[in-house]
């Protein structure tokens, strides 16, 4: 089945210590994205991919970066993480936006990232 | 500033019966209004959308109604099922760089009771 898949599904990193997640895609979409999600809160978009063309959201902290190596794979890289950090990262997916047009995102399962 | 609103946290309905989830907005740029639906441990799956120049959208049990003058949409599901028992996001979108940036509300938990 084609699908997005995040890996790991939790995560535990000491305050400051950088951490990597993973996010993978077998649908073969040229535009990937990244969400945070805080307890209670609506996911918040980051960045995204448009093939390897970066979109940074304005508000996002600088203390977030990501690497797209190909259409596969995407990286959510957190240089120094905060407690105010923790968080579930979700990984989404869509085909480009048709003119006028709309494209369904397809979400991953979500990273669990937990700070301590 | 929250962009979209749900502003009821939790919903109760009975098998059978009507649920309405409500979802406000405060951008007129908004292209697009979907709505996803979340069962834990997994991501959220899209379930329905409508455009702005529309007014209804309907697929089978679940149909999206949008006020675009009181910057209003809601998704009815009837009838409503057990396994429609998730939380359900409200999302609204603008196209940008060929992708759909999403704004999503806080989400709406619906549990269909027996």
């Known amino acids: 089945d084609a699908m997005v898949i995040q890996n790991p599904r939790y995560q535990v990193t000491q305050f400051g210590k950088p951490v990597t997640l993973s996010c993978s895609q077998t649908?073969?979409?040229?535009?990937m994205y990244w969400y945070q999600q805080k307890s209670s809160q609506a996911p918040k978009l980051l960045f995204h991919y448009y093939d390897k063309d970066f979109n940074n959201e304005a508000d996002t902290p600088d203390n977030f970066q990501s690497r797209r190596p190909n259409t596969s794979f995407c990286f959510l890289d957190i240089r120094s993480p905060g407690l105010g950090d923790a968080a579930m990262y979700l990984c989404?997916?869509?085909?480009?936006?048709?003119?006028?047009?709309?494209?369904?995102?397809?979400f991953g399962p979500g990273t669990r990232l937990t700070v301590l | 500033d929250q962009q979209v609103k749900q502003n009821s946290p939790s919903l109760s309905v009975q098998e059978g019966r009507i649920s309405i989830l409500n979802c406000d907005y405060t951008?007129?740029?908004?292209?697009?209004f979907l709505w996803y639906k979340k069962y834990p441990a997994e991501g959220p799956t899209f379930l329905i959308s409508i455009s702005s120049i529309k007014d209804k959208n309907e697929d089978g049990r679940f149909t999206v109604f949008l006020n675009k003058s009181a910057k209003h949409l809601s998704l009815h599901i009837v009838p409503s099922q057990p396994g429609d028992s998730a939380v359900y996001f409200c999302?609204?979108?603008?196209?940008?760089?060929?992708?759909?940036?999403?704004?999503f509300g806080t989400g709406t938990q619906l549990k269909v009771e027996l």
């Open positions: 649908l073969n979409h040229n535009v």
């Open positions: 951008n007129s740029m908004f292209d697009y």
């Open positions: 989404a997916t869509s085909r480009d936006r048709p003119a006028g047009g709309l494209d369904t995102q397809y």
């Open positions: 999302a609204a979108s603008v196209g940008t760089g060929g992708g759909n940036k999403l704004t």
